[in-house]
C-alpha cells in the first residue's frame, strides 16, 4: 500500500512537471511570436463550438446571416466507420445555428447529403465554406463517389476498393440557395476538376475561396498529381480564379504547386484571407518544414496571390492548446482552420479537432473548437 502511495505521488508529481513544462513553452513560443496571427491567438473556449452524438464531425465555416445568427456548415460522418477513411465515402454537410459566434451551435438541418454513386458527388461532400454573392448563398465543398454498396467498418480500410476509388475521385465543387436554411441546388460537374500532367492530376480538394471586389472569386486548393503505379504525389497547394463563383475556374500557378512540396514535405487544409496589405494563407505544415513543430500551421502573404513568400516568423497555431479554464492539452489532430471576421477584422479561429494522442485511428471523439483572436 506504501508503496502504491509513493508511486502515485511520483507519477502526480512528473504529470504536474510536464504539465507545467508544457504549457511554458507554449506560452514561450507565442510570446516571442512576430508571426500576425499566433501571438494574438486567445485561450480556446472549452466547450465545443459544434459536437455531434454518434458522428465523427470536422471542418467548419461560418457566416452571419441576416437574421442576426451566425451559421455554421460542417461535415460529419457516421462514427460507426473509422474515422480515416470513413470521411471519404460517408460524409454530408449539415447547418448549425447559434446566437454568439463562439457557440455553442446547434444542428438546424442537412444541406448536402449523399445523392447517388452516378453523381460526381454522390458519396461524399466534405470540406465546406459558405459564402455569399449576391443575393445568394454559394456552399463550395469537396465532393467523391464511388460505385459499390456501402461497406461495413471492417471493410473501410485504407487499402481497401471504397478508399481508392473514392480518393481519386475527390473534386471540387458548388451548391447555391437563396437561403442558408436551403433548399441547395447542386452543379452537376465539379467547378476544379483534375488535369493531365499537373500537380492536381489525380485529385483536388480543400477549397478555400475569396469573393474579389469585382465579383471575382480567387481560390486556394489542394491537389495531388498521378504519377503512375497506383501512386501519387505528396499534398501541394495551388490557386485557381473564376470571373464568377460558378466559374469556368483556371489554375494559375502554371500547373507548379505554390511551395516546392516533394521531398519537403506535404502541405495542406490552407485558409485564404485578403485585406489592404495583400493575400495571407495559414495552412497545415505536415513535417514542421516552414514551423517549430510538425502539423502546425503556417502562414505566407503575397500580393498577386501567385507568387507567395513565407513569413519570417511562419507558425501561425499549435496543436499544443492552452484552455480558457487553465488546463493546456495537445490534441491528437488539429485541422481545416476557418477565421471569422467581425468589424473587417480577425475575431475568431475555428479548428476540427479530435482527442487521442495523435492519428486519426486513436480518437473517440471529435468536434469543432474556436479560440478568440485579440486586437
Known sequence: MIKSKILFIIYLFMGTTIYAQTLQKVQEIKAKSQNPLFHKLGKACKAPAFECEGWWVWGSSVIKGDDGKYHMFVSRFPKSLPFHPGWMVASEIVHATSDTPQGPYELSDVALTERGAQYWDGRSAHNPRILKEGDSYYLIYMGSTHPFSSPTAEQLTLESPWCIVARSNKRIGIAKSKSLYGPWTRLDEPILKTKPNSFYSFLTSNPSPIVEEDGSVTMIFKGREYIGNDKYSDMALGIAKAKHIEGPYEVQNNNRPIFQVNGQGEAEDPFLWKDKNGYHIIFKDHVGKYTVESKAGAMAHSKDAIHWTIDEDAQSY????????????????????FILFEDGRPAYIFFATMDGPGGFENATRSWNMVIPITK
Not at 318 to 337: A, N
Open 318 to 337: 499549435s496543436k499544443t492548446l492552452e484552455w480558457e479554464d487553465g488546463t493546456v492539452t495537445t490534441q491528437g489532430q488539429l485541422e481545416r482552420p
